[in-house]
């Protein structure tokens, strides 16, 4: 693909916004299942564990198995334009039978689909984006993809609410699986395949050797950079505790005070969407500004914005009614969307041109196979012990969450330790090359 033609400014913002577009229809199928986990549990007469399965564990395990070897061979010079555009029709098709599924065994089986879809999605955009921007510019045009992330949460919450309230949860699982299938084909028609890269100085051909290493050895190559591992753990533990919250949250609004599942649902999706779209484009902002004077720099921000979660967490969870508990809910909303631009452009930029994809995909094991597959299972689990010995559902996952959001102490270890790393990356490398395989 060296002989591919340059791409102009504007035809690299579109393809940017068409994937932010993208990655908002990916978040709406993904967690639309949140806020229709109550009357999904009551249709199926499930056990919270049995949710924590639905919106976390069938979902991740499939997600983390096929990520990394869709990213291998992405990596290894896959159409990156052509293979998004498929799995986003792919998945969408999945999320529409999931709305036709007859039995919890099915529905499992239908959730597995829409991750085997969405394995490579992640992966592969960030590899695209890292090729149409420099490592100075990419924090700030991850936060441009990572805000696809609140709108989908926003508009899979309102959306799921508001039609399972009136319809069904059927029919909402139906509305949002459609319009990925138009998406795929505009996509198709606006997106071009960049030169892998090419915006990086000194690695504008994608090298025979980097391409054709085995996965093994990429793995290992990866493995070798301690800043790259605690960027990795980090990621791992930060999405445990902020997936829980995620999945479990509006149900705990539900049961503690006197709301309706549509006013639940749009009321945690604008909160969702309004702070997560900030802190997404703040924590990308402050990433590429901060950025420029040493990788390290990008995580303080992100490292205080944790630290203040844990209070803010706590006064949501002890809120004297459901609005206050909204209202109370968008400060950590925002602070928590601080680290995800600068970890994704962490783990562009700690990476090879050639190992790009496998790169991230490690990234999206960590934050789906620890984050998605366990953050929700550990919560309900921990819930219905708790609600057994307190005979109180809604006590039983105020408990639980509460100790999920103090293992936000863990994440914060890591992303310290990962400053210390970067600094010696930072002496190495410097802020605006990736580093060559050997």
Known sequence: MSDLPAISANRRRAILGMLCVIYALNYIDRQIIVILQEPIKADFQLKDWHLGLLTGGAFAVVYAAMGVPIAHWVDRGARRTRLIALMLLLWSVMTVLCGMARGYGQFVLARMGVGVAEAGFSPTSHALISDLYSAVERPRALGVFAAGVPIGIMAGLAIGGLLAEWVSWRFALLVVGLPGILAALIFLHVAREPKRGGADPGHDMLSPSGSQISLVKAMGHLAKRRAFLHVIVGTAV???VQLAIMA????????TYDMTLSQVGVGVGLVAGIGGIAGALLGGWQGSYFGRSGMHRMLFLPIIGLALCIPCYFAVL?????YAALWLLLPPTILSGLWAAPAIALTQNL????????ASALRAVASNLV????????TGVLSDRFAASSGSAASGLKNALIIMVLLFVWAIF??????LALRREDADYGTNLAPRLP
């Open 238 to 240: 930060t999405a445990l």
């Open 351 to 358: 990476a090879p041109v050639a190992l790009r994809a496998r």
């Open 318 to 322: 002890h809120a004297p009614s459901g």
């Open 371 to 378: 984050g998605l597959a366990l953050g929700p299972l550990l």
């Open 414 to 419: 890591h992303w310290s330790l990962a400053i």
């Open 248 to 255: 479990w949250l509006p149900s705990f609004i539900l049961r």
